[in-house]
């Protein structure tokens, strides 16, 4: 169990990262989170090793959220409005909560601490995308890392709007009528 002192230095850090992330998206300066929360870089890197860990913990607690909303919906009576249910939520919450689109983000080439978010996601998206693939509400070649890829996309190209969060759902509808057979 880490020290009390540890643990709040996590704590305040990670209440650090959520504002700064807020206010300036995955490009958070790390130098200013560690100024902010009074300690020193190297504490920010050993609480955090990479600035992927720091995203992911940033946006843990939705990304759970999310993952429980999948689940809910898994056992939804209509396969496709279970699945854009899940996917409206999941580009509503990527589109006002910047950073998220960079921790979606996904990268094969790491492994270690590689992207949680976007493996929970995946994971939580899988029930969904089978079923609505089993109604033919998608097609056969849809996988739920195609459907987080695409709302990483819509979210990343509209995040500099006037409205991220209308624009991203608009993007959205256009999309769903490209994955439906």
Same mark, same amino acid.
């Not at 305040?12 to 990262?17: Q, S, Y």
């Not at 909303?69 to 006002?96: G, K, M, Q, V």
């Given at each position: ?5 540890? /643990? /709040? ?9 959520? %504002?700064? @992330? ?11 989170? %560690? ?5 020193? &870089? ?14 992911? !913990?940033?946006?843990?607690?939705? @990304?759970?959220? +999310?993952? %429980? /909303?999948?689940?809910?919906? !898994? ?8 699945? +854009? ?5 999941? *580009? &509503? ?8 689109? *960079? ?10 601490? !590689?992207? !949680?978010?976007?493996?929970?996601? *995946? ?19 849809? *996988?739920?890392?195609? +459907? ?6 819509? @979210? ?11 624009? %991203?759902? /608009?993007? +959205? ?9």
């Amino acid at each position: 169990m880490p020290r009390s002192d540890a /643990r /709040r230095n996590h704590e305040r850090i990670l209440a650090v990262a959520e %504002a700064e @992330v807020a206010a300036h998206g995955a490009d958070a300066s790390l130098e200013q989170i %560690a100024r902010t929360a009074g300690v020193g &870089s190297a504490t920010v890197r050993r609480h955090f090793p990479s600035r992927q860990v720091l995203l992911e !913990a940033v946006f843990r607690q939705q @990304v759970d959220a +999310l993952a %429980a /909303r999948a689940d809910e919906l !898994a056992a939804s009576a209509d396969p496709r409005t279970a699945l +854009l249910d899940w996917l409206a939520a999941l *580009t &509503s919450y990527a589109a006002t909560a910047r950073g998220l689109a *960079t921790a979606l983000i996904r990268d094969d080439s790491t492994t270690e601490h !590689a992207h !949680a978010c976007s493996v929970q996601l *995946t994971e939580a998206g899988e029930p969904l995308v089978r079923r609505a693939i089993e109604a033919g509400a998608v097609g056969e070649e849809v *996988t739920p890392e195609d +459907l987080i890829a695409v709302v990483t996309g819509i @979210v990343l190209a509209t995040e500099h709007g006037h409205d991220p969060a209308r624009e %991203a759902q /608009r993007l +959205l509808a256009l999309a769903v009528k490209g994955i439906s057979p």
